[in-house]
């Protein structure tokens, strides 16, 4: 099977940095995605990785360690409009298009 | 360019009922994947369509079925609705069905069992 951690809430000042951490144990790996998503609307995405190291989209940057079995999404210059839950959703091998999501983590943004 | 489009948005069933969920598939995806989000959860993947069949299956009874029709567009069903059942049911579409591929969300249909 696959479980997949991620902490439950966080909480950050405007403008800070927040990094969201995600472990997860599967069956392979074929890929690791970070999607955002505001209360009572779909999750819309934000990041893929499949190779170990750091991918960086403007204010959003998302790290993998395949032999840790770790990623984690930083959000820089945190802004009010960030404040949602967070999903990490892994695909393991022989899993294709077979998305498995973790619980989320709900971020807090405070003035 | 229309998105994944989701009918109903919102629909109250009392046990035991049968329920039909349908999803319209971003314009140029052929592959349509359901996922059932409780409260406070992350999405638990149902199950995927392409090509009209179903293709991956997750942990999820045979009361949940679906079906894909030749434009792409996808039907979930769930017979003997049981409370447990209430979540937000979220469909998914993507051009093929690789690992690679990214999934893009409909809004989604809140379901109430009573």
């Known amino acids: 099977g696959q479980n997949i951690d991620q902490p439950t809430e966080m909480t950050a000042t405007e403008g800070a940095i927040v990094q969201i951490n995600c472990t997860y144990q599967t069956s392979g790996f074929n890929g690791l995605f970070w999607y955002q998503q505001h209360a009572g609307e779909a999750p819309t995405f934000l990041s893929y990785?499949?190779?170990?190291g750091l991918e960086e989209k403007g204010r959003f940057s998302s790290f993998l360690s395949r032999s840790k079995g770790y990623s984690y999404l930083l959000l820089k210059e945190l802004q009010m409009k960030d404040s949602a839950s967070y999903l990490c959703?892994?695909?393991?091998?022989?899993?294709?298009?077979?998305?498995?999501f973790g619980a989320g983590t709900q971020v807090v943004v405070t003035p | 360019d229309a998105g994944v489009t989701q009918s109903p948005t919102h629909l109250i069933k009392t046990r035991g009922q049968q329920v039909t969920l349908r999803c319209s598939p971003k314009s140029g995806h052929d592959t349509v994947s359901w996922y059932q989000q409780a409260l406070g959860q992350g999405p638990q993947f149902i199950f995927q369509?392409?090509?009209?069949?179903?293709?991956q299956r997750g942990n999820f009874p045979d009361r949940f079925s679906g079906h894909q029709f030749p434009n792409y567009s996808s039907e979930l069903n769930v017979n003997a609705l049981l409370l447990g059942d209430s979540a937000l049911y979220l469909c998914?579409?993507?051009?093929?069905?690789?690992?690679?591929?990214?999934?893009?969300f409909g809004p989604g249909t809140r379901l109430t069992v009573l």
């Open positions: 990785n499949v190779l170990d």
């Open positions: 369509y392409y090509e009209e069949e179903e293709r």
């Open positions: 959703a892994v695909i393991g091998a022989d899993s294709w298009g077979k998305f498995q």
């Open positions: 998914a579409s993507s051009l093929g069905h690789g690992a690679y591929n990214e999934q893009f």
